[in-house]
């Protein structure tokens, strides 16, 4: 901005242009300097606790356990003393972490696959029926993720109790339970952002297979998927690390059978023992699905999250 | 949103060939255009019922119970058979919200502390977060890098996050109190998790969880503002601080009104970076609503009190959600 300034100011007074520009050019390079300070500074607030995360989960507890801020020398390092893989290698033996693993990907994938399904149905609908209750609909669908999750999960809770008891329904600690409930968090986003990939999508196309005698679930399945591809790859992206990442209702509705990573992490931490270590090695792998399905599809998620936020 | 949707031709009514004979008896008329509906529309309602259903089971269904069940004293016992459990009129908002008694302090505190939370927050994450978006707004190299790295609070699983900030915050192994005592502002370490700290341990961790979003919101909001107005504010030898104020924050008003608004709506949700900093108990001095309902009902198994708090929870948020909504429609206006 201050290059740009000094140029206009340059061919507005042409002769004392020279000197101006001069100073300009100084005032440029000061500039420069301080915007690369600040640049360097907010990278260095955003990467900080990660590098702290990396350099824990590379010391042994022991080195750990006996550092100590108080005590000059001592202070825990940036650079381990003694790295060791061992957080690594022992991670799954306090804490059955790869067990959680296995319950987030089997619950986040289910989730990703039924939400998105529905989510597209639904998404199909309001796109290209103008039907009685299309708006109203839409409100009761944004409405619900306005609400703190608190509310629904007490009455959530009794309602698996009673239709265990009532039916002998299993819901809790199960995973079409979980993979139910995530669904329902995830759809109201999913429908949104598909119907505005939809609404994208040309009317005429649908006229047109239409007349050739595609039946309605055909011309979406051929004519609209294929279009909508990059939009429905971001929301089943979306979907996934929201079942990845949500902490109140598996802190609830998980037991041993479907305990998920987002819950199981805190595990390593008890009122006994602190392992830290551990810890931060579990997290970077926790971390690392959400970390690659994000920067694979970074764009698409990118504009769709701010769309969704800005439209509510 | 309605007007994209009324701008499109309406598929329905864009349908080609579809017969139309007038029937005669004003009866057979009525049963047709029923019928003609059906063959219209039936599709539509068969495509949401999916979604109805799932919205219906996880959302609107508990809403209604929520309600039924806080006029109840439900316990433990009582769960199983919670239609059964005597009526109790309005004991349990009165056990929850009195000021007088135990729960209903630390009801209102967590409301108070809860609010106090997302006001530093917010605010402290909307103007870090234009800053960012302000100086990523020009061409430097690497710059999709850049835009892409600072956002990796905000796509970090929550649980790993906050944790990574409890470790951060510990007070005899932690990075804050090692670079505080190497500074010299503090002689003895500083307990950070417990008490009176706590909330601030857990504002930091949360501004730098969210003003990534904020940045991300402002940044594709400042791509809008047209360059001709800098240009010309320029030539009228406008400085940078009065282009700022004139230009970009007026310009940036319908972004910044929904980007708050969202923030306060979700900040009521704030459960996570408490849970997980915090633990079940984060104290009276940053107890949020969430925390001490999901105690009061799954550890001491007050099932009709912690509803009735959530309750009054949803009315608090049924209001904002009003003010939201009428904000929308305001700013849908300004724009079209």
Known sequence: MAAKGSVVAGHGHGGSGNRKRRRGRGRAIGGRILFSLALAAVLAGVLIPYMWMVSGSFKSSIELQASDVTRPGLEPSWIPRQPTLDNYRNVNRTVRILDYLQHSLVISTGTMVVATSIALLAAYALSRWAFPGRNAYVVAVLSTQMLPGILFLIPYFILFTWLRNQFGLQLRDTYPGMILTYTSFALPFAIVMLRSFLDSIPVELDEQAQIDGASRLRILWSVLLPLARPGIVSVAIYCFIMGWNEVLFASVLTGSHTRTVAVGLLEYITAHEARWTMMMAASIIVSLPVLVLFSFMQRYVISGLVSGAVKG | MPPQASARPEPSRARPGFPVPVPAQPQRRALYKLRRFLVRMGPAYLLILP??????????????????????????????????????????????????????????????????????????????????????????????????????????????????????????????????????????????????????????????????????????????????????????????????????????????????????????????????????????????????????????????????????????????????????????????
């Open chain 2, 51 to 336: 979604a109805v259903i799932a919205m219906l089971f996880v959302h609107y269904i508990p809403m209604a119970g929520g309600l039924l069940v806080s006029f109840r004293d439900i316990n433990l016992f009582a769960v199983n058979r919670w239609y059964e459990a005597p009526w109790v009129g309005l004991d349990n908002f009165v056990a929850g919200l009195d000021p007088s008694g135990f729960l209903g302090a630390r009801f209102w505190r967590s409301l108070w502390n809860v609010t106090y939370f997302g006001a530093v927050t917010i605010f402290a994450g909307y103007v870090i977060g234009m800053g960012v978006a302000i100086l990523l707004n020009r061409p430097f190299p690497l710059r999709s890098l850049v835009r892409g790295l600072i956002l990796l609070p905000y796509i970090t699983p929550d649980s790993v996050a906050y944790s990574v900030w409890r470790f951060i915050f510990q007070a005899r192994i932690g990075l804050v109190n090692m670079w505080l005592m190497k500074l010299g502002l503090i002689q003895e370490p500083v307990i950070w998790l417990v008490g009176s700290n706590a909330i601030y341990a857990v504002m930091v961790a949360a501004i730098w969880k969210g003003w990534p979003f904020a940045a991300l919101v402002l940044q594709a909001g400042l791509q809008t503002i047209p360059r001709e107005l800098y240009e010309s504010a320029q030539i009228d030898g406008a400085s940078r601080w009065q282009q700022f104020r004139y230009i970009t924050l007026p310009m940036l008003a319908p972004v910044t009104r929904m980007l708050i608004l969202v923030s306060i709506l979700w900040n009521y949700n704030a459960f996570n970076q408490f849970y997980v900093m915090l633990g079940k108990d984060p104290g009276p001095s940053a107890d949020v609503p969430s925390t001490l309902i999901l105690r009061e009902t799954f550890s001491t198994f007050n099932f009709g009190v912690g509803t009735a708090m959530s309750v009054v929870l949803m009315i608090v948020m049924l209001l904002l959600t009003m003010v939201y909504l009428r904000a929308l429609r305001a700013a849908e206006r300004g724009q079209a």
